[in-house]
């Protein structure tokens, strides 16, 4: 079964800086995809980046970043200049090609701090 | 335009009650799918219908059940409440059941089963 890793309960930023946000997944399949999502106190999980394995270049979403190292199963997320409105959960979640089901790592709490 | 809507928000049961929850997804939307996001966990995929037919199943017993209307909404049922049941159900559409249509989120029913 093909589980996601957030290896980082918590993480801190100061205001304007950068942060990375790692993620590992475990799969044998060939065609997938990857996501973040962002959950706001508002509950409502709203889509930050996605990447298709497919594709060698990281994606990019304005402030937002990937790397995605496909060999080492690695998908972590990096967010430039923060902002007070990024303090959120952050969740990575693998779907499989063909498939609707999204799996969620446990999700890091993210704090921007002033 | 609206987006995924979801009713009620907030819900208190008694163990041994009945459920039902509703989802109405973003027009046009034919897919819907149900998650279960237990405290400090990362949601966990519940059901997926398409065209009003199930096209997936998570790691849930026969308590929990859905299903889907011509209007593409759709209901889930949760028999027999287990304190365990307890938790934040998020319901998710899509355009089409396919690779490229990124899942858009309700804001989530939040039950509590005492």
């Known amino acids: 079964a093909q589980t996601v890793t957030q290896s980082q309960p918590e993480m801190s930023v100061q205001e304007a800086e950068t942060v990375t946000l790692s993620c590992t997944y475990d799969t044998s399949e060939s065609d997938y995809y990857l996501f973040w999502y962002k959950q706001p106190p508002s509950r409502q999980m709203i889509l930050v980046i996605r990447?298709?394995?497919?594709?060698?270049q990281n994606a990019t979403e304005n402030r937002f970043s990937v790397n995605f190292q496909k060999a080492a199963k690695s998908f972590s997320l990096k967010i430039s200049d923060s902002q007070l409105g990024d303090a959120a959960m952050y969740f990575c979640?693998?779907?499989?090609?063909?498939?609707?089901?999204?799996?969620f790592g446990k999700g890091t709490k993210l704090t921007v701090n002033p | 335009d609206a987006g995924v809507t979801q009713s009620p928000t907030h819900l208190i049961k008694t163990r041994g009650q009945h459920v039902t929850l509703r989802c109405s997804p973003i027009?046009?939307?034919?897919?819907v799918s149900w998650y279960q996001q237990v405290l400090g966990q990362g949601p966990q995929f519940i059901f997926q219908y398409y065209e009003k037919e199930e096209r997936g199943r998570g790691n849930f017993p026969d308590r929990f059940s859905a299903r889907q209307f011509p209007n593409y909404s759709s209901e889930l049922n949760v028999n027999a409440l287990l304190l365990g049941d307890s938790a934040l159900y998020l319901c998710?559409?899509?355009?089409?059941?396919?690779?490229?249509?990124?899942?858009?989120f309700g804001n989530g029913t939040r039950l509590t089963v005492t």
């Open positions: 990447q298709e394995a497919y594709k060698q």
């Open positions: 998710a559409s899509s355009l089409v059941g396919s690779n490229n249509s990124p899942l858009h």
């Open positions: 979640a693998y779907k499989e090609g063909g498939s609707e089901k999204l799996v």
């Open positions: 027009s046009g939307h034919k897919s």
